[in-house]
């Protein structure tokens, strides 16, 4: 899927955003706020859906909005407006200071400290704009979609595939002389198919995402992998309870370390609402893990030259030799803690996980006999005790061998527990996403079922 339009330039439309954003800030220094924070974006894109090999839906988005924090003292108001007129502007500035009037003093609001702020861009290479029509997507949608059908005979149904493309543009600024901006590009396609042998029907799902067009998956190979993923689940089965080691697949384990980065997050911990409570400096994983936040990543989906205050990202780890060496702190989360901004204001960008040696097929045989995840379910995580409990599916394993489906069960544990019973992570990395990981490998966990 070649890009069909590189980069058609963005000065007038930078130019604009920028200027509001200074109208903002200009006007919020006017109503008498004593410092302010100001975003404005505008998305453009295209979606749309395809089943049995007709249209279903097209639809064309033009999104914009912006949002203002002002601060008079200590007191923190904000307000938004989907309308960037100049009398939008007003009003909004005009509610975020009636609000910041009205609310309590706080010790701890207040814009970043200046020298956190970001005052070199690196080049991510994030704008891979997609110039697709309506037509061209439908196309793509109905290959995906055919070449899974056409896969095999069980393959009896289908619950459509649907491409998306988008691009954007995003300014920051602040009272503090931050002002920045920068366009994004996201793209995707998926499939969902449905099976059927006997009495028995599963459905499954394949999809690729990503900033430019040509690092997608062809749309056939997506239809065929969201098929063989279908296909493989017929006729699964329950287990009885047990005990077992645990292999999450890729594509899941992601979720895992989502998990941990919840607790390790300020407002969790600041809250006194997670089990890794004062752990810092202390093993919460075994020695061979290496986990890093890589914000500048090229192309990557989580990379930002800063984040959602202006504070400059950074490359670091937050787990080095097993061992947790950083928090994910914003600036007012930083100051509850008596600690500095890690940079992750909005969350953590390209969360790395050194991989091994192993790929899937090693990783089987290294656990033998046990469970390989590659579906959970609900929400059942503690974060402030670690209690574990999902409903899943996937495979039973023996002798390093996939031998059936398996589903209508659920895995449990403790995540404190699971993290430090990590016994390896595969190298078949899965990059679609904000967390770049393998397969992950637990010693043991329990597996409820009949």
């Not at 009896?156 to 994004?184: K, P």
């Not at 400096?281 to 984040?307: M, N, T």
Request: with cysteine; glycine share 12%; net charge negative.
């Amino acid at each position: 899927m070649a890009e069909m339009n590189d980069k058609p330039d963005m000065g007038e439309e930078q130019a604009r955003l920028l200027g509001l954003v200074e109208d903002l800030l200009r006007e919020a220094k006017a109503q008498g706020a004593s410092g302010a924070e100001a975003a404005i974006s505008v998305d453009r894109g295209l979606s749309v859906s395809a089943r049995l090999g007709e249209v279903e839906t097209i639809e064309h988005h033009c999104d914009q909005g912006l949002g203002l924090t002002v601060y008079i003292g200590q007191r923190k108001g904000s307000a938004s407006s989907t309308d960037l007129s100049p009398q939008s502007i007003r009003d909004t500035v005009a509610a975020a200071c009636r609000i910041a009037r009205y609310a309590a003093e706080d010790e701890y609001a207040g814009l970043p400290e200046p020298e956190t702020l970001a005052t070199a861009f690196p080049e991510l290479d994030l704008y891979h704009p997609w110039d697709l029509d309506a037509g061209a997507a439908v196309a793509l949608a109905i290959e995906c979609e055919d070449a899974g059908r056409q896969l095999s005979p069980e393959i009896s149904n289908s619950d459509g595939a649907s491409l998306s493309t988008h691009q954007g543009f995003r300014v920051l600024g602040n009272s503090l002389g931050f002002l920045h901006g920068y366009a994004t590009s996201r793209h995707s396609l998926s499939c969902a198919l449905v099976g059927q042998r006997g009495d028995d029907m599963q459905r499954d799902y394949w999809y690729t995402s990503a900033r430019a067009a040509g690092d997608l998956e062809p749309a056939a190979a997506v239809g065929r992998k969201a098929a063989e993923r279908t296909l493989r689940r017929l006729e699964g089965r329950s287990l009885t309870t047990r005990q077992c080691p645990v292999l999450f697949s890729a594509e899941v384990a992601s979720g895992l370390l989502g998990h941990f980065i919840g607790a390790i997050r300020g407002g969790n911990l600041y809250r006194k609402s997670s089990f890794l409570l004062d752990c810092l400096g202390k093993p919460v994983f075994p020695p061979f893990v290496q986990l890093q936040e890589q914000p500048h990543l090229p192309r990557a989906v989580g990379s930002a030259p800063y984040d959602s205050e202006g504070v400059a990202t950074r490359s670091k780890y937050l787990v080095k030799d097993g061992v947790l060496c950083s928090y994910v702190l914003s600036t007012y989360s930083a100051r509850k803690l008596g600690m500095k901004t890690t940079g992750n204001a909005g969350g953590v960008h390209n969360l790395v996980i050194e991989p091994g040696r192993l790929d899937l097929p090693g990783l089987l045989a290294a656990m033998g006999t046990g469970l390989l995840v590659t579906e959970l379910m609900g929400q059942g995580v503690n974060l402030v005790t670690g209690d574990y409990s999902r409903g899943a599916a996937g495979f039973w394993v023996e002798n390093g061998e996939i031998q059936y489906p398996v589903e209508e069960i659920t895995i449990a544990g403790n995540l404190r527990e699971m993290l430090a019973g990590i016994v390896a992570v595969g190298n078949d990395v899965d990059g679609r996403g904000n967390t770049r990981t393998g397969s992950v490998l637990v010693a043991n966990m329990t597996v409820a079922g009949n």
